[in-house]
């Protein structure tokens, strides 16, 4: 670690130096919140952070190490939970005043097996009111700023999770994707972030947003995201639409690359229509090396049509319920913008909902065939860099005034379900990072980290420039 500086290294990394006893997880952990204090009052990423426990943890981990028994695959790797999961003894307020200070008695599925494994756990990540939107901004914390340029947002809703990641923060980000949210904020800051398929990851208690909901790791590399997953996956008989398999080890097979595999491009899916020409040219790009690395690539569509409408029914009708179950007197404190979709949510009935659910299922069979010719799917992640913060839609009005507008690339696969990552390609004509998607057939995650990490090799993403200003 000669010339190293702490923060440099990912969880691999930690690992082996905690083996070798040339790093203590005491020293990882008092650098993090260092990095916290310096960074937090710019960046606003924290709901809260657990300092006490957190040192306390990482001293048990220390003399575990010091007696070569470390707990498990994470034994001293610091981690940052989404406040919208439960963590023992710490509460989950989910972006909203209305939420209860009440601390979670029990630790949520993902965050139990993390624990279980040695993990400490420095805090708990910003996020939007609910969940509701593509951007960082709530009523309970206010605004999370992008690193890279302090005007913008860091995406969302898992948009503090991002921010640590690429601050370094933390080493493995815990994160929720129910239309985008680890997808959106993980190319926003050029991170790596994925969703896993549906049921991959155990979740409880369910989500609002119940088949939509995915969780996954936003990570620096993607090795560490497979390791992370590795953990993360394993089954909990708390959620019953969960995969009662054990999770494979994803880092097996990690290296094995592309060569032969039929890959397609879609820069548009077929219906995108304001796509950023910077953003079409970089992720363009980035699709065509992946025949450098030996795949056979080729232009084509999925073959389905837009499905915002689709998402909408779904995601306004469950909004509705949310809001409904805070109680009136409590809705003045919400956010304006999460009470007007709800509003809107109102309007649907439950046959609409329920058709939705059926047009979602004819959606998903479109992507299985569509992956009996092509293994994996290429497309930008975003069609733009990341905009203004504060704001719920650029203000250039291009997109109107809904969110899903300028984010038509993500919850598609939310609704197949099927796995999906963003992957930093290279930077917009205004310096923000821009990156490319890798969709995989329905329970192949371990497909998608694979291409990931085979572009990985060639433009290793963890080496990007640091943020304006900012020393990572």
Known sequence: MAGSKISEFNAEDLLALYRRKALSPVAVVADVLDRIDRFEPDINAFVLVDADRVLADARASEARWAKGEPKGLLDGVPVTIKDLIDVEGLPTRKG???????????????VARMREQGAVFVGKTTMPEFGW???CHSPLTGVTRNPWDLSRTPGGSSGGAAAAALLNL??????????????????????????????????Y?????????????????????????????????RDTTAWNTPPPDYRIGLADGVANLRIAWSPRLGYVRDLDADVEAAAAKA????????????????????????????WYAVSATIVDGVPAAERAEMDPG??????????????????????RVELAQTMIDFHDRYD????????????????????????GGEWLAWSPYTYPFNLTQQPAASVPCGFSDSGLPVALQIVGPPRRDDLVLRAARAYE????????????????
Do not use: C, N
Not at 290 to 310: I, M, Q, R, S
Not at 346 to 353: E, I, K, N, P, Q
Not at 457 to 472: E, I, N
């Open 96 to 110: 909203s005043p209305t939420t209860p200070r009440t601390p979670a008695a029990r630790d949520a599925p993902a």
């Open 133 to 135: 939107i593509g951007a």
């Open 170 to 203: 933390g080493v493995l980000h815990l994160g929720t994707d129910g239309a985008g949210s680890v997808r959106i904020p993980a190319a926003f800051t050029g991170v790596f972030g994925l969703k896993p398929s549906y049921g991959r990851v155990p979740a």
């Open 205 to 237: 208690p369910a989500s609002a947003f119940t088949v939509l909901a995915h969780l996954g790791p936003m990570t620096r590399t993607v090795t560490d995201a497979a390791l992370m997953l590795s953990v993360i996956g394993a089954p909990d008989a």
């Open 287 to 314: 699709a065509s090396r992946f025949a450098e690395l030996g795949a056979v690539v080729e232009d084509a569509d999925p073959g389905f049509a837009d499905p915002t409408d689709l998402l909408r029914t779904i």
């Open 338 to 359: 999460f009470l007007r979709i709800a509003e809107a949510g109102r309007h649907y009935s439950l046959a609409d909902y329920l058709s939705a659910q059926g047009r």
């Open 376 to 399: 994996l799917l290429l497309t930008p992640q975003m069609p733009v860099p990341a905009i203004e913060s504060g704001v719920v839609t650029p203000p250039d009005g291009r997109f």
């Open 457 to 472: 090799s060639l433009a290793p993403f963890a080496t990007l420039s640091a943020p304006r200003g900012q020393k990572r």
